[in-house]
T-cell receptor, first 117, second 113 residues
Framework: DTGVSQNPRHKITKRGQNVTFRCDPI?????LYWYRQTLGQGPEFLTY????????KSRLLSDRFSAERPKGSFSTLEIQRTEQGDSAMYLC???????????????FGDGTRLSIL | TQLLEQSPQFLSIQEGENLTVYCNSS?????LQWYRQEPGEGPVLLVT?????EVKKLKRLTFQFGDARKDSSLHITAAQPGDTGLYLC?????????????FGRGTQLTVWP
């Protein structure tokens, strides 16, 4: 299967610890997105990369959050000094860039479920 | 505030019934996508609609994009237990140039045998 891959699938950690998640997009996709989803809500946009450039960040992405995509392939999302409010499903999606930017479908991974104790 | 409002939030029906889920906004979207999500998994793309008034069919599912590209609907005919899941609409807002998606809160559909 060559879909979007996310690791780990689940992460349980104590408040105040740092966590890092990884996303491997579909290989030919040059756009990569991070979303966060809490119970009873749809996914909310966090940040977006085109190749290695981080082009947009939501105000949801506080200074405790950092995302990288160093070689334009996989991406990592790090949360420092985790808080209980960070408990959520973190979803990664990828898409192709092209004319008609908004019309390229985004394909999602199965997410990383983060639980803060 | 949600850019996209979905209704109903919950829907519980018997196998064989028909249903419609609505996705509404006061904003215009360049395109709108429908996803289905199972517990513990990521959303799976069902369809993308791009043109105002467009209708797309996927077996028993019919998707419509409003003429003004502000709303969409999903109609399921003769629902089956396998249709159970969270249905999400997501729009690429015309005012955004970067393709980020704005999601509704979803409609949780349960189809009983």
């Amino acid at each position: 299967d060559t879909g979007v891959s996310q690791n780990p699938r689940h992460k349980i950690t104590k408040r105040g610890q740092n966590v890092t998640f990884r996303c491997d997009p579909i290989s030919e996709h040059n756009r990569l997105y991070w979303y966060r989803q809490t119970l009873g809500q749809g996914p909310e946009f966090l940040t977006y990369f085109q190749n290695e450039a981080q082009l947009e960040k939501s105000r949801l992405l506080s200074d405790r959050f950092s995302a990288e995509r160093p070689k334009g392939s996989f991406s990592t999302l790090e949360i420092q000094r985790t808080e209980q409010g960070d408990s959520a499903m973190y979803l990664c999606a990828s898409s192709l860039a092209g004319w008609g930017l908004a019309n390229q479908p985004q394909h999602f991974g199965d997410g990383t479920r983060l639980s803060i104790l | 505030t949600q850019l996209l409002e979905q209704s109903p939030q919950f829907l519980s029906i018997q196998e064989g019934e028909n249903l419609t889920v609505y996705c509404n906004s006061s904003s215009v979207f360049s395109s709108l996508q429908w996803y289905r999500q199972e517990p513990g998994e990521g959303p799976v793309l069902l369809v993308t609609v791009v043109t105002g008034g467009e209708v797309k069919k996927l077996k028993r599912l019919t998707f419509q994009f409003g003429d003004a590209r502000k709303d969409s609907s999903l109609h399921i005919t003769a629902a089956q237990p396998g249709d159970t899941g969270l249905y999400l609409c997501a729009g690429a807002w015309r005012g955004s140039t970067l393709g980020r998606l704005y999601f509704g809160r979803g409609t949780q559909l349960t189809v009983w045998p």
